[in-house]
């Protein structure tokens, strides 16, 4: 009996502290916790003006529209006054916009790229599927914000996304 207690006991704790061990992930620092960006789009979520999913979607005419959600958690209304893009060796890229600025009321989400005449912003040449375009955009107060934005294909998924500026008012 003895003999036994003295195999059986080293046992018991190596199965308890193996328990112990695979336990381990499963506090409140576990990875499902932490922020990751499951979109396809690029975040800036540092300040009081956050642009969340940034991308840039192909159009038939060989123009790419900038696409993004803004959010203005700020005290006060703001306009996004302007965008400007580049590829990622830094040769800046052809950008046309329609004629009206795109307000950005606080405490409210805005979508840039959506069929209308405010806020929509094209890349005219150089934006191709599958690559990355460093965008900028440029707010009537405070610092302007630079994503490295990814250029997708048209699909689908992008059926909401301004096709360019045949699709806007052009008058």
Known sequence: MKSMLRVAAPLAVVVIAALGVAACGTG????????????????????????????????????????????????????????????????????????????????LLVHLGVASDAGGYFVTKGAVAGHYVRVTLSFSSGNPITLEAPVVPRTPVYEEVSRGMSEVDPS
């Open 28 to 107: 409140s620092m576990a990875q499902t916790s932490k922020q990751y960006q499951a979109g396809v789009g690029a975040d800036d979520r540092s300040g009081r003006t956050q642009v969340l999913g940034t991308l840039l979607v192909t159009n038939p005419d060989g123009s790419a529209t900038v696409s993004a959600s803004v959010v203005n958690k700020g005290k006060a209304d703001l306009i996004l006054t302007g965008v400007t893009a580049a590829s990622m060796d830094g040769t800046e890229l052809p950008v046309t916009s329609t004629k009206f600025l795109l307000p950005l009321p606080k405490g």
